[in-house]
């Protein structure tokens, strides 16, 4: 059998083929967890393994806090017929494997200071039983000359063996979320290998979950700035879009007829504007410690990083008027919010927007409620007891309902039905850009949508 560092084109182009290799995924967070069912789904043999036993307990029951509907059954197929497989015995998993892909490892603070240490224990870990031709994969987003200075220099201290030689080693900052959502993705994927034998093999073993074109590097630290550099331009165009949502909102104009009228949609121009989830802030930080490495403030990707936080106290006084409307106040109002929140990747759920904003809103006097499905409930003790299983559950009796992202459910509400449940007259506040304000307020609610001024009626 080949080895997973001399991959060839055409080793891995049946499922039959794919079988014979063990992938070990790191981490069982919620981009783990996707990344092991989209590489079992393909045909690989796949452990999973974690320091959170809790999580790992999970997958080998067939369930996870970060399952959906429709990944359920495929979980529970790949668990029964052994193609996925876990196992607490971290240096057992690495020997057994031929890939072994890491995920979620860095860690921020509140004072959003990054933290490697967890990623340098795991190298260490895998370093002393890495089998001979093993590739590793790093798909968590990496700091500039993190790849070389942290992650190689672990697994070649701790093996005895060298890049390329003895051992793969490959950058891949991705998110499998968004590859099995969308294999028809146009944007491309990068890889990064500091020699050609782990780039070509990583190469081969990404084209076997996606079919989006592959952008490759031997300079991984190139890789490392344009993802950073990426999520920069992220940042600043929400930034953007939030400053001129909140101006039509005091104009009381609607951003999004602005934009159509320019003759182009809200994401040829700048962000859809909202409360940011946050998925960037991890990389925003290591940017900006990247920098300051280099004695440089970043001030405007900083700048941007404060307005984009700060759309948390605009949620709070539209919050305010919208209930005003209804002759209630935020002491002692029922709330339940809506959010997409995903794992986290073990950042507690106060360091989320969503649960800085239940703060904010609980400091107010409000009773909340959430309905988070894709948060592991076992991360968010804090948040537990206001956490919901559903959406009516979870709306019931409320005088007000916050809606933070966008998802799926949110696109099916019932207001006829929503209306018989909740405490009317009550509010709808909608970051998400998804409802049609004369739709809600038809239904006798109060709307309040970001950069949507107010329904003309």
Partial sequence: MPTALGLKIGELDTFEKRGEFNICVVGCGYEGFICALTFAGVGFRVI?????????????????????????????????????????????????????????????????????????????????????????????????????????????????????????????????????TDLRGKKGVRIAALENKSLNSSAIILATISKEEQKRTLNVKTAELASLFATAKLEVDQALANELAVLCQEAKQDYFEVIEFLGVTPRNMVSHPGISEEENRKEICLLIESAENFNIKLRIVSLAQEINKNMIKHAIKLTQNALRNCGKTIRRAKIALLSSTGDTEGKVFAQTTTGKLVERLEAKGARVRLYCPHFSRDKSSDFSSLMRQNLNETVEGTDCMIIVTSQNSIKRLNFKKMRLIMKMPAAIIDFSGELEPKKVEKEGFVYRGFGKGEVKK
Avoid at 110 to 125: A, F, G, Q
Wanted: some cysteine; aromatic content about 10%.
């Fill in 48 to 180: 999973c393994t974690d320091n959170d036993h809790s999580l790992v307990d999970d997958l080998g029951r067939g369930r996870s806090p970060f399952m959906k509907r429709e990944t359920r059954s495929d979980l529970r197929r790949f668990v029964a017929k052994g193609q996925l497989m876990t196992t607490k015995e971290m240096d057992r998993a690495f020997s057994q494997s031929d890939f072994i892909i890491i995920t979620g490892s860095t860690r921020i603070d509140r004072e959003n200071t990054p933290h490697d240490s967890k990623v340098k224990e795991t190298c260490k870990k895998i370093g002393k039983t890495l089998r001979k031709g093993a590739l590793v994969i790093y798909s968590d987003i990496a700091g500039f000359g993190f790849m070389e200075e942290v992650i190689k220099e672990a697994l070649e201290n701790n093996s005895g063996f060298k890049v390329g030689v003895d051992f793969g080693l490959a950058y891949w900052p991705i998110k499998f979320s968004d590859l099995r």
